[in-house]
């Protein structure tokens, strides 16, 4: 599907999209945007291949597909000068390379003829673009000169070589140079461009360009890993919570170091990021005691796969935690697989707190309570955008909420998931998901709610005896016939 073969009638190669984005790295939601892309061509019978900006792991995370690296980075098994040296003349070259695209597009102002001249280029990725037929830029973050991505480089060829663009929903901005925005708009100029929050809307419109608003692909995370029809009620008050945390520190801010701003309202001390965690977390074992006579159980998750980011963070924290004061708390290794980051996050946790965005997106995609926190401009638009498409969401920033206020946002999200609706089961993607794999179940069930109880939220008035209380709506949940479940 995604190697380019000859069509033995035409002699032409197949057209294919090359995509682009910001994944490479280790963070899991780059990863799901990708797949979520691929998934998306492949449907539409596009053959596709993947430009990859940086890393080695794009290939072990799709292993059936083809990955061309700008540049392939040293092996850090086989770290050497001459490894260095290999990468550093690698660099130079491409660097090269498109020097020469650019100058040649001055004198050759007909895209075809550069494109033919391109597609047997020596630099991978400029015969890659050369020979698209489309360049898609899958979701994420990148669009902005806040990271070393290379996606200006990507877009700036791709407009030379008169190739279309679009995008996913995706982040624009914000930028530190007016001379990067002003570049950014002149490559995006014509693109299908789509963006996930008001922000990069506002932006785009500065920027002259034509964009709209949709949800970020991660909401769709169910059309690739379905929901666990059988995760466990906040309803039983005897069970232990297990609360996901993923402690991360933000771009543009620091959460183990920054001091905050905000003051606290019972004493004249300035907290430090470390500080206000320590106070958040043992404000929270205080009120879930109220809450769950089990407790809870804290346990620290990585959306990133490299040990140097929240990993490294919390595992530094939640010791010194424990050592202040008695918290039922560990820290996971992360995974090396993103999907298996992702059905982690699905099946074991009651609720998630998060300063990752995809980590929020996932886990408000299958109905998991969620406290996002936003350090920054650059966070604040992402967290409030997940905030805007989801139920059971809220954003609380550090440098606005203290620890006790937090908490409380956590604890409202709580009553509402147990106050209910069908989402708390099966979360607001998945339910559509299951209702297209069951319709006729799906129908059954819509009638019984219908004809039964007039309002749809009936599970607000939720009683033990109901006929779809929690076993009788598992027992849907799993596929049997409505008839015998409420027999």
């Keep these: ?272 990021q470390r500080d206000w965690w320590f106070g958040f977390l043992k404000a929270l074992k205080t009120a879930c005691i109220d809450h769950t006579a089990g407790g809870i159980e804290i346990e620290g998750f990585s959306f990133d796969e490299r040990l140097s980011f929240e990993y490294a963070t919390m595992t530094r924290l939640l010791p010194e935690i424990e050592a202040s004061f008695s918290l039922d708390s560990k820290v996971i290794l992360p995974f090396q697989n993103f999907r298996h980051a992702i059905t982690h996050l699905r099946d074991h946790y009651d609720a998630v707190i998060t300063c990752r965005f995809h980590a929020a997106v996932v886990a408000q995609a299958y109905g998991i309570p969620t406290l996002a926190f936003a350090a920054g401009e650059y966070y604040v638009a992402k967290m409030e955008s997940v905030k805007a498409n989801a139920s059971l969401c809220d954003v609380a920033c550090p440098d606005r909420h203290t620890p006790e206020e937090a908490v409380e946002l956590l604890l409202n999200l709580f009553s509402q998931a147990e106050q209910g609706s069908l989402q708390q089961f099966s979360g607001p993607t998945i339910s559509q998901a299951f209702l297209d794999s069951h319709a006729e179940l799906g129908r059954e069930l819509a009638a019984y709610a219908a004809n039964t109880i007039p309002d749809i939220t009936f599970l607000e008035n939720f009683q033990e005896d109901s006929p779809l209380s929690s076993p009788a709506l598992s027992g849907v949940l799993s596929g049997k016939p409505l008839a015998k479940v409420l027999q």
Aim: charged letters at 25%; hydrophobic letters at 35%; a positive charge.
């Design 1 to 272: 599907m995604n190697d380019i073969v000859k069509d033995t009638a035409t002699k032409r190669p197949t057209p294919y999209t090359a995509i682009w984005g910001g994944y490479g790295g280790g963070n899991v939601g780059d990863y799901l945007t990708l797949a979520l892309a691929i998934k998306d061509l492949n449907g539409e019978g596009r053959a596709c291949k993947i430009l990859n900006g940086y890393g080695h792991d794009t290939q072990k995370q799709f292993p059936d597909h083809e990955v061309i690296n700008l540049i392939t980075p040293p092996d850090p098994k086989k770290a050497g000068l001459l490894s260095e040296l290999k990468y550093k003349i690698a660099c130079k070259y491409q660097q090269v390379a498109f020097s020469a695209l650019r100058k040649l597009s001055t004198v050759i102002r007909e895209p075809e003829k550069l494109r033919t001249i391109y597609r047997r280029s020596s630099a991978p990725w400029l015969s890659c673009l050369a020979g698209a037929e489309k360049l898609y830029l899958v979701g994420g973050g990148y669009l902005n000169d806040m990271f070393e991505v290379d996606s200006l480089r990507i877009l700036e060829a791709a407009h030379y070589f008169g190739i279309p663009v679009e995008t996913a929903p995706v982040g624009l901005g914000p930028f530190k140079s007016e001379l990067a925005q002003a570049q950014f708009a002149q490559v995006l100029k014509s693109a299908r461009l789509r963006v996930r929050d008001t922000e990069s809307l506002a932006l785009a419109k500065t920027m002259g360009l034509e964009a709209t608003l949709q949800p970020d692909d991660g909401f769709r995370i169910a059309e690739l890993l379905p929901a666990n029809a059988h995760r466990k009620s906040l309803h039983n008050p005897e069970r232990k919570l297990k609360i996901g945390l993923c402690i991360f520190e933000q771009f543009g801010a620091h959460p183990m170091s920054k001091p905050r701003a905000h003051q606290a309202p019972d004493d004249n001390k300035t907290l430090s």
